[in-house]
């Protein structure tokens, strides 16, 4: 069964943002590591910037799909007023957009 506001309607962009949160999250193992080994923190710091460039990359191409497609839907059915709120509200806690 297709989901509204799923990624079923973009598997390329799905596979995309697989793969860029299987990157973030090798370097998060690998800042771990860095910790571990008592690393330089301007090294640290330059890889968490990394993660978070990755993880704000990924949130912004799964907020335009979802405001593509969803949102989108929602307005056509005629409460679209309340998926654009409740997309600003999941957008509040997304510091690096």
Do not use: W
């Amino acid at each position: 069964m297709e989901r509204i506001g799923s990624l079923h309607e973009e598997p390329m962009l799905k596979g995309q943002l697989l793969r860029q949160v299987r990157i973030a999250a090798g370097h998060l193992t690998g800042i771990g590591k860095m910790i571990e080994g008592d690393a330089y923190c301007v090294d640290i710091l330059k890889q968490i910037a990394a993660v978070q460039g990755i993880l704000g990359r990924t949130a912004r191409a799964l907020a335009e799909s979802h405001t593509r497609h969803c949102v989108r839907h929602a307005i056509e059915e005629g409460h679209g007023e309340e998926k654009i709120e409740e997309l600003f509200e999941a957008l509040k806690y997304l510091r690096h957009f």
